[in-house]
Nanobody
Framework: QVQLLESGGGLVQPGGSLRLSCAVSGSIFSINAMGWYRQAPGKQRELVAVITSGGNTNYADSVKGRFTISRDNAKNTKYLQMLSLKPEDTAVYYC?????????????????WGQGTQVTVSS
């Protein structure tokens, strides 16, 4: 069974840093794209950052210059390095992946979500 396993959330002071990790466990053919979304209380889930299989990245304007998404293809893992954290970054962060499967006859793409990890930025 395929799962996205997240880690790295926690409590940090303003100006601090955290690194989130998301590993794909289970048998897949390839990863099309992986990203991070976040949802703060009372707000809609929003895209934070995404990285494609080709290595292209995209960031929300609110995190540009502070957050960096990267990946380790050998480990099917991606990371979100968060620097200069602000109280408004407080949210539950969700790992997302569009995965490709092959059953010997056909390919199919499926979207997967992690369980979410809490990031709290507070003094």
């Amino acid at each position: 069974q395929v799962q996205l396993l997240e880690s790295g959330g926690g409590l940090v002071q303003p100006g601090g840093s955290l690194r989130l990790s998301c590993a794909v466990s289970g048998s897949i053919f390839s990863i099309n794209a992986m990203g991070w979304y976040r949802q703060a209380p009372g707000k809609q889930r929003e895209l934070v950052a995404v990285i494609t299989s080709g290595g292209n990245t995209n960031y929300a304007d609110s995190v540009k210059g502070r957050f960096t998404i990267s990946r380790d293809n050998a480990k099917n893992t991606k990371y979100l390095q968060m620097l200069s954290l602000k109280p408004e970054d407080t949210a539950v962060y969700y790992c997302y992946a569009r995965l490709k499967f092959y059953n010997g006859l056909a390919y199919r793409d499926e979207d997967y979500w992690g369980q979410g990890t809490q990031v709290t930025v507070s003094s």
